[in-house]
């Protein structure tokens, strides 16, 4: 293997400790200094890292296979650990700044005791909706979500965008996915969503693809 295919690899290991450690790195600073500002600037690294990851797994494959089929990070799926570990560092995260969201608005430290502080600023466990991206499900998901989630003014932005991504799936979420969790990007991802979906001739014909399927059936 050539020295370039091995400093590729190489870098791809020091991404992956970048990713791995990015909660307990977070943990290392003083309980005051943990804020939500500061898991904001963690969110974007752990993106920004896992963003070069991708890329230079894409360029081992597209350019490289050859020399690197053979090696451990393909047959042993490097990829798919490190992606774990990705996912693992920002549910953390995403819990973290949820935790600390409902006294970010008091001061820039967290306080000991919430108790005072409505569930429902704790993540409630609501039964959401989950959207795969079918242009028939857009109307009936969007009504639901927005009536469970989008207009409840109890929640902030940050926990909407945080209800909104775990109700997103399959091909949607990938779209979503490299967007940095912040209050400022919910009506952002939200607002992307409606542009996309809300479009009345895709949804006729949608609508009226899925009601033939049906009608076949029944034959």
Do not use: C
């Not at 992307?192 to 895709?202: F, P, T, V």
């Amino acid at each position: 293997m050539s020295q370039k295919h091995e400093t590729l690899i190489n870098n791809q290991q020091e991404l992956y400790g970048r990713i791995a450690r990015a909660v307990d790195n977070l943990r290392k600073l003083e309980t005051a200094k943990i804020s939500t500002s500061a898991i904001e600037i963690r969110l974007s690294q752990l993106d920004a890292n896992w963003e070069k990851f991708e890329k230079i797994h894409d360029q081992l494959r597209n350019e490289h296979w050859d020399q690197v089929k053979a090696h451990a990070y393909i047959t042993k799926n490097h990829y798919a650990g490190v992606e774990k570990a990705y996912y693992n560092q920002r549910a953390t995260l995403e819990e973290m700044m949820i935790t600390l969201s409902p006294s970010a608005g008091n001061s820039g430290a967290p306080e000991p005791s919430r108790s005072s502080e409505p569930l429902r600023s704790q993540l409630p466990r609501l039964q959401l909706p989950t959207f795969l991206g079918r242009f028939e499900d857009w109307p009936n998901f969007k009504d639901l979500f927005q009536s469970m989630v989008g207009t409840d003014n109890s929640l902030k932005e940050i926990q909407k965008f945080h209800y909104l991504r775990n109700s997103l799936k399959g091909e949607v979420e990938q779209l979503t996915r490299n967007i940095p969790t912040t209050a400022g990007n919910y009506e952002r991802v939200w607002t992307m969503l409606q542009e996309h979906y809300d479009i009345k001739r895709l949804l006729v014909r949608s609508v009226f693809t899925t009601f033939s399927n049906l009608s076949k059936m029944k034959r």
